[in-house]
């Protein structure tokens, strides 16, 4: 009677202790830049941190965006007070923490060359500007990759914890949940363990938007939220928009490079049958592609809503790739974060970095002019619903009585009696204005428009 032999032991993952530490402090070094430069260049960035000081000056929580952002919202809270250099610090420490959880999956699944592809995450032109301001990108990827990451270490209840804390910092991050069950089924899990996850997500996300439930805004969010949907993408255009967003991510150069090895893999692979069928890692990992391209596609306003599909894509792309091209794509999107960029046409324009940089530089210094005539007496400044939000949050206005005019849907309205001064957003009546006895005056750079009152 002759037994045959036991298969090999499969080694562990080969974790090496340098890679996480040196891949942190490299995320943290090249975001160094952005910390005195504000809040951020999203507009949106502003509108959170003016709701945060208005929710600590009044005591009643004031929701910053739809569709509900509850987690970003008590995030800053606790951060605005402090200035514009810790909230954008907590970001990059975010962004720090996710590039080592997504280090750890790729060295979990074996991958040929874990570090280059981390390389390529944590240089993505789109993360390290989007994600770097106040916003909730950083700390939601977080949130879902360490979902992940406990799903596939049999934490089940922290898994389903962590996809609770990502949905608080983003509704759409909620696609975690049904991909993480859709994960654990092909991977034959008990129905304990999809319960327990399950049950955890649900509870932690209730949780979170309890305090939005509670708030008389929720009607007006979501029918803000449900217009938003109405302007979804057609077909047609569905193709456009997504090469776009990939272009925003990752570059054109790192975009094909990785299109291309999915597509030979696929090519080899053909006539070729999997027994065991799918396993639930990459059913996970491209189901999360699609599912948050769908998403985008159904709000396409910024393509950083496709953020969460970036650590997913390079997961497939990290699995069929060796070290050669996986370096050459860590070559690409460095040339494309830092060097230079397809423009349009044929032409080339500055990378994505530093063309963020002087874009907030610009920013900056456009606030600045607008702080100096607002200590001018008598002067009623008139500018777009953005720069409010700048001058609100720079603190310029945040002591004058009166400030927290309520938030309408042509902007924000702040005005100071005592000081007979004020800021308005989108004044729709202008006319009445000059009839009143102000002067319009539009600025030559368009960026605001001043209306100041002739001394009597």
């Known amino acids: 009677m002759t037994t045959s032999p036991a298969p090999p032991p499969v080694a562990p993952p080969a ?35 003016v709701a945060a000081l208005r929710t600590l000056q009044t005591g009643v929580y004031a929701p910053s965006r739809v569709p509900g952002f509850p987690l970003l919202d008590a995030l800053l809270v606790t951060l605005a007070p402090l200035g514009a250099p810790a909230v954008v610090a907590a970001s990059v420490l975010a962004q720090a923490f996710a590039a080592v959880l997504f280090l750890r999956l790729l060295e979990r699944e074996r991958v040929r060359a874990p570090f280059a592809a981390a390389l390529v995450f944590a240089l993505a032109p789109g993360l390290w500007t989007a994600a770097t301001q106040a916003m909730d ?61 399950a049950f955890a997500a649900l509870a932690a996300g209730a949780l979170a938007y309890a305090p939005l439930l509670a708030r ?13 949907v109405a302007h979804h993408s057609t077909a047609a255009a569905a193709p456009r928009l997504l090469w776009r967003t990939a272009v925003f991510l990752v570059g054109a150069p790192a975009t094909l490079i990785g299109l291309g090895a999915l597509v030979w893999w696929v090519a080899r692979r053909r006539g070729t049958t999997n027994e065991r069928g799918p396993s639930g890692a990459a059913a996970l990992e491209l189901g999360a592609v699609l599912g948050w391209a769908a998403l985008y596609l159904l709000i396409p306003y910024e393509p950083a809503y496709a953020l969460p599909a970036l650590p997913f894509a390079l997961l497939l792309v990290a699995r069929v790739s060796g070290a050669r091209l996986l370096a050459a794509m860590v070559l690409a999107v460095a040339v494309e974060a830092l060097g230079a960029r397809h423009g349009k046409g044929l032409g080339v324009d500055p990378g994505l970095v530093p063309s963020e940089l002087a874009w907030r530089r610009a920013q900056s ?92």
């Open 216 to 228: 008389p805004e929720m009607a007006h969010l979501q029918r803000h939220a449900l217009a938003h």
């Open 137 to 197: 990108y950083a700390f939601g990827l977080a949130a879902i990759l360490a979902c992940v990451a406990a799903l596939r270490g049999g934490r089940f209840g922290l898994a389903g914890l962590l996809a609770g804390v990502a949905i608080g910092f983003r509704p759409s991050n909620g696609l975690i949940v049904p991909l993480g069950l859709l994960a654990l089924a092909l991977d034959r899990r008990r129905g304990h363990a999809m319960a327990v996850f």
């Open 365 to 456: 210094r456009a606030t600045e002019r607008m702080l100096e005539r607002a200590r001018t007496p008598r002067t009623i400044q008139v500018v777009g619903q953005p720069y409010v939000h700048r001058l609100l949050a720079r603190g310029g206005w945040r002591a004058a009585s009166g400030a927290w005019a309520a938030f309408e849907s042509r902007g924000v309205v702040l005005w100071a009696p005592g000081r007979q001064s004020g800021v308005a957003a989108d004044l729709p009546d202008s006319a009445a204005w000059r009839a009143a006895g102000y002067r319009v005056v539009v600025d030559s750079t368009g960026a605001y428009a001043a209306a100041r009152r002739a001394r009597r």
């Open 15 to 49: 974790f090496a202790p340098w890679r996480g530490p040196v891949l942190a402090l490299l995320v943290v070094v090249a975001r160094a830049p952005f910390q005195t430069l504000g809040f951020g260049s999203d507009d949106d960035a502003w509108r959170n941190v």
